[in-house]
């Protein structure tokens, strides 16, 4: 569909310019004149006004359909941000242009306007040359979950002034679930505010299951449970992860240990033992995992009573 509306509107453009071309040798409408202006020269300019506008829409829609076929949907949603502000701009400066015929004047005009304009939408501005770090470094693209200051979410699309965000926790939900609400955040805000991305080049984070025990618990016991309950459910996924974990961290000065298994550290309260497993996990699917570790954890402690106790009391 795309290909044809495209090629239909350079049809349209060839059109327009030839009309134009036809108008100026013909003057078929000498003597007339629309307010001031000849009528021949309205209509010339129209001709060629369209024929711009024509021109544009047809090679950026052709432009647009290569860029979609790459199976990089993160790609294509930003290459496509590309060729709308680069046929806008030529299509805009053509125009004026082709109106005046006199296109010194036309840039040093936009010059002066585009200095003028800098004063007045200073905020807008700073939200498009956000836009441009954002292409340029990657704090974030399409598709990542992130945290821009205090708005949360999956990024759905970040356009020349917004980034828009398939919100995640918020005031309706917890436990880094999506709202159902969509949040726009100025692009501005990610020069002056911090920035979180849970996903990128690594999409894992590091999680934590907390069980509580009492004091009398067999901790090495509980201990070993936990991680075979952990080590079972994850499979060899988390040490493909942690592969891919310590090839980003080889290219860092950051020198880190890291377990190839899921851990339990354990933390001494007041009245009981926490006991925090810590595991890689994707972190669209970190809800789901911990709630299933929970289920296990518990069935295989609840086999145990008499090696594995839990705190008595209201204050768990």
């Known amino acids: 569909m795309k290909r044809q509306l495209g090629y239909g509107s350079l049809l349209l453009a060839a059109g327009c310019?030839?009309?134009?071309?036809?108008?100026r040798a013909i003057a078929p409408f000498e003597g007339l004149t629309?307010?001031?202006?000849?009528?021949?020269?309205?209509?010339?300019?129209?001709?060629l006004v369209g024929g711009v506008a024509f021109a544009a829409y047809g090679s950026y829609l052709l432009a647009l359909r290569l860029v979609l076929r790459t199976e990089n949907k993160r790609r294509a949603h930003d290459l496509r941000n590309v060729l709308r502000l680069l046929f806008g701009?030529?299509?805009?400066?053509?125009?004026?242009?082709?109106?005046?015929e006199q296109w010194l004047g036309v840039l040093l005009s936009l010059g002066v306007v585009g200095f003028a304009v800098t004063f007045a939408l200073q905020q807008p501005l700073l939200s498009l040359i956000a836009w441009f770090y954002i292409m340029l470094n990657r704090p974030y693209t399409v598709g990542d979950r992130v945290q821009i200051g205090e708005a949360r979410g999956d990024v759905i699309e970040v356009d020349f002034l917004v980034t828009t965000l398939w919100e995640i926790n918020g005031p309706l939900v917890s436990s880094n679930q999506p709202s159902g609400r969509v949040v726009t955040v100025p692009n501005s805000t990610v020069l002056s505010a911090e920035v979180s991305n849970y996903g990128g080049e690594f999409p894992f984070v590091w999680n934590e299951l907390?069980?509580?025990?009492?004091?009398?618990?067999?901790?090495?016991?509980?201990r070993e449970?936990?991680?075979?309950?952990?080590?079972?459910?994850?499979?060899?996924?988390?040490?493909?992860?942690?592969?891919?974990?310590?090839e980003r961290l080889s290219e860092t000065p950051v020198e880190l240990e890291v377990?190839?298994?899921p851990a339990v550290n354990v933390v001494l309260g007041e009245s009981w033992v926490e006991l925090k497993l810590r595991y890689l996990v994707h972190p669209r699917r970190g809800t789901r995992v911990r709630n299933a570790l929970y289920e296990r954890v518990l069935d295989e402690f609840n086999e145990h009573p008499d090696r594995v106790g839990f705190p008595i009391g209201r204050n768990r």
Not at 17 to 23: I, Y
Not at 93 to 99: D, E, H, I
């Open 210 to 222: 907390t069980v509580q025990v009492a004091y009398e618990t067999d901790l090495a016991f509980a």
């Open 34 to 47: 629309v307010g001031s202006f000849p009528a021949d020269a309205v209509l010339v300019r129209a001709l």
């Open 17 to 23: 310019w030839l009309g134009a071309v036809t108008v």
């Open 259 to 261: 377990n190839e298994r």
């Open 225 to 246: 449970r936990m991680v075979a309950v952990a080590d079972d459910h994850l499979g060899d996924d988390m040490e493909r992860a942690i592969g891919r974990y310590r």
């Open 89 to 100: 701009a030529a299509a805009v400066v053509t125009a004026l242009g082709a109106l005046t």
